[in-house]
């Protein structure tokens, strides 16, 4: 089983709408949590950490779950340029190291 | 302004030649990682050094070689000894920290072909 899981897509979403997707992690003594945002052919850019109880900016709402180990992401009122890889990550324990899940692509159309 | 920088963009390697990609940060962090990402799938950690002089091996260190000897600097080798090593190759940076939020930051990427 792979540390951290996602499903990798796409996801197709109608611009406007509401899309939601989790991401599972294998490691229940994982200390931190985050979604990154990837562009094609670019770097990954960190779009929110997650916190216990929940947060939210803007458009786009986190959720953890320690119970069931996994993480979520919602984005609201979609635009085209959500169109994207979103990165599940994961630190561990001890120390900075951070493990990555494969992905999740959305594509926002008209 | 504040960033990471990695150098090439694109570099092309040919067989049995050995390659440097450079990265270099002025966010005075003193943790750097070098990642490998093929094409859908996740980043996996290549080396990482959280103070000049030292470095560890990360997940797939085979092939690899590194050196950190500034703060600012930690450039990649690719050896003839890696023999598959077309990839996107991202460079990041990190204060190192207790605080559980603290996340890394990416430069722009170098993109490895072989001929």
């Not at chain 1, 992690?25 to 094609?40: G, H, T, V």
């Not at chain 1, 085209?80 to 594509?107: I, Q």
């Given at each position: 089983?792979?540390?951290?899981?996602?499903?990798?897509?796409?996801?197709?979403?109608?611009?406007?709408?509401?899309?939601?997707?989790?991401?599972?992690?294998?490691?229940?003594?994982?200390?931190?949590?985050?979604?990154?945002?990837?562009?094609?052919?670019?770097?990954?850019?960190?779009?929110?950490?997650?916190y216990s109880s929940g947060n939210e900016d803007g458009r786009f709402t986190a959720q953890l779950n320690?119970?069931?180990?996994?993480?979520?992401?919602?984005?609201?009122?979609?635009?085209?340029?959500?169109?994207?890889?979103?990165?599940?990550?994961?630190?561990?324990?001890?120390?900075?190291?951070?493990?990555?899940?494969?992905?999740?692509?959305?594509?926002?159309?008209? | 302004?504040?960033?990471?920088?990695?150098?090439?963009?694109?570099?092309?390697?040919?067989?049995?030649?050995?390659?440097?990609?450079?990265?270099?940060?002025?966010?005075?962090?003193?943790?750097?990682?070098?990642?490998?990402?093929?094409?859908?799938?996740?980043?996996?950690?290549?080396?990482?050094?959280?103070?000049?002089?030292?470095?560890?091996?990360?997940?797939?260190?085979?092939?690899?070689?590194?050196?950190?000897?500034?703060?600012?600097?930690?450039?990649?080798?690719?050896?003839?000894?890696?023999?598959?090593?077309?990839?996107?190759?991202?460079?990041?940076?990190?204060?190192?920290?207790?605080?559980?939020?603290?996340?890394?930051?990416?430069?722009?990427?170098?993109?490895?072909?072989?001929?």
């Amino acid at each position: 089983r792979k540390e951290v899981e996602q499903d990798p897509g796409p996801f197709n979403v109608p611009e406007g709408a509401t899309v939601a997707f989790n991401c599972t992690y294998s490691n229940s003594a994982s200390q931190s949590f985050f979604w990154y945002r990837q562009d094609c052919r670019k770097e990954p850019k960190l779009l929110m950490s997650v916190y216990s109880s929940g947060n939210e900016d803007g458009r786009f709402t986190a959720q953890l779950n320690r119970a069931s180990q996994y993480i979520s992401l919602l984005i609201r009122d979609s635009k085209l340029s959500d169109s994207a890889t979103y990165l599940c990550v994961v630190r561990g324990a001890a120390g900075n190291k951070l493990t990555f899940g494969g992905g999740t692509r959305v594509l926002v159309k008209p | 302004d504040g960033g990471i920088t990695q150098s090439p963009k694109y570099l092309f390697r040919k067989e049995g030649q050995n390659v440097t990609l450079s990265c270099e940060q002025n966010l005075n962090h003193d943790a750097m990682y070098w990642y490998r990402q093929d094409p859908g799938q996740g980043l996996r950690l290549i080396y990482y050094s959280q103070i000049v002089n030292d470095f560890q091996k990360g997940d797939i260190a085979e092939g690899y070689s590194v050196s950190r000897e500034k703060k600012e600097s930690f450039p990649l080798t690719v050896t003839s000894a890696q023999k598959n090593p077309t990839a996107f190759y991202l460079c990041a940076s990190s204060r190192i920290s207790t605080r559980t939020q603290e996340t890394q930051y990416f430069g722009p990427g170098t993109r490895l072909l072989v001929l």
